[in-house]
């Protein structure tokens, strides 16, 4: 049964207790993330994620990893366009160890200058490493470029000039103005008490306060911008990546999207998959991928292929993108897609940690829960005539952008 709780300072806690389970995975989300930071503070949520993996008054940052290693447990962090997430996976027997060590770093994380100073480097490696590798860099070309009017477009781990600014002042201000209860989720999966593990909860989460009056700015309008882009690299293939005006996350058509995306390039099967690579053998890897945030999202194709094939595998792409405008589907296609949609959702949500990231994103971004049930009747709700009217609603030949990398070649068009 799901349960929702929130504590007098406006922190939202929710639940699942999965009782056939021996594990539980616990979370803490934020909304701290490129859209809440400006230009000079560019990459400063990522910094923090970082940090907090540093050391704490209590515990090393090698005893952190050993405390979790002990029980056989698992415990990392990712930060997004619009959030960051801390997570950790223990046995449920270990659930007072999780929440000890996860709000042991939210609440007593050091930040020493001289820790800071080294994780610069590391995160200056980071960039360098998605700089070096082409698919990295034609996905993230695309999206910066396209939403280059706004924070969104922001590159997340920020740039070598803004980290290399980065201090022990200018992260705690930042996250004492955007670290707050209200701006905060809790979320947890697994075999647990559920009343034990509350009053837990609200024995180290309730007293937190918001010491900042600072107010977010994310009411900026977000536009997407089509165009061509072109970045060299002396590699041997080409990589094309091509984007689409998408859905914000949660709604409607996002679930029709999805449903596009795995008939258009999301499996072996798909469209794409079967002209380009299995039956005209012009590229190995070709794919195509959705990204939703709050107000806008974006369907991508990406493949790489030898510089000679670049034309004819364009041309194939347009090809299958205007078949799919002016036809739509079959009638075997919706059933197939609908079918593979709700199988790898289902088994998505076998794990601890999949129901409690579903969950705890979907109430810290859409203020609500989104559970198995609830998003399974979403899909199952998704009528053919629905999927035909979406199809014509989003994918027009003026709202296109592509990016290519690679050497001797210049942007398309």
């Not at 590699?235 to 859905?247: M, P, T």
Request: glycine share 6%.
């Amino acid at each position: 049964m799901v349960e929702k709780h929130e504590l007098k300072n406006g922190l939202r806690i929710v639940t699942e207790k999965i009782p056939h389970v021996k594990s539980v995975a616990v979370g803490i989300w934020v909304k701290s993330g490129v859209i809440h930071e400006t230009k000079e503070q560019n990459g400063i949520s990522h910094f923090i994620e970082h940090m907090l993996f540093k050391g704490t008054e209590k515990r090393s940052a090698r005893q952190l990893a050993e405390d979790v290693d002990l029980v056989g447990g698992h415990i990392n962090a990712y930060t997004s366009r619009e959030y960051t997430c801390y997570y950790i996976k223990v046995l449920d027997e270990h659930i007072e160890l999780a929440i000890d060590i996860l709000t042991d770093m939210f609440f007593h994380s050091e930040f020493d200058p001289e820790e800071i100073e080294k994780e610069k480097s590391v995160i200056m490696e980071e960039i360098s490493m998605y700089d070096d590798s082409p698919e990295d860099l034609a996905h993230d070309i695309l999206i910066e470029s396209m939403l280059s009017g706004s924070a969104l477009g922001y590159p997340i781990l920020g740039t070598m000039e803004s980290v290399t600014a980065m201090s022990q002042h200018k992260l705690k201000k930042y996250m004492n103005e955007v670290y707050r209860p209200d701006n905060t989720v809790i979320s947890l999966a697994g075999n647990f008490n559920e009343k034990e593990t509350i009053e837990l909860l609200k024995s180290r989460f309730e007293d937190w306060k918001t010491v900042s009056d600072h107010q977010e700015n994310c009411s900026q309008i977000i536009k997407l911008r089509y165009d061509d882009w072109y970045r060299y690299k002396d590699i041997e293939q080409i990589h094309l990546n091509l984007g689409y005006q998408g859905a914000p996350l949660g709604t409607e058509d996002m679930y029709d999207l999805l449903l596009v995306n795995n008939i258009l390039g999301g499996s072996m099967s798909s469209r794409l998959f079967q002209t380009i690579r299995e039956d005209k053998g012009l590229a190995y890897s070709i794919y195509s991928y959705m990204q939703n945030y709050s107000k806008v999202g974006m369907l991508s194709i990406y493949c790489s292929l030898n510089p000679d094939q670049l034309d004819a595998a364009y041309h194939l792409i347009n090809l299958e993108m205007t078949k799919l405008r002016n036809y739509g589907l079959t009638s075997d296609e919706f059933i197939k897609a609908k079918n593979q949609l709700k199988g790898s959702f289902i088994l998505g949500m076998e794990s601890t940690s999949g129901r409690m990231a579903t969950m705890g994103k979907s109430l810290l971004m859409l203020d609500r829960i989104d559970t198995q049930d609830t998003i399974l009747s979403k899909i199952n709700s998704i009528s053919y005539d629905r999927i035909m009217e979406t199809i014509h609603n989003y994918f027009h030949n003026e709202k296109k952008s592509s990016v290519v990398v690679g050497k001797n070649h210049g942007p398309l068009n």
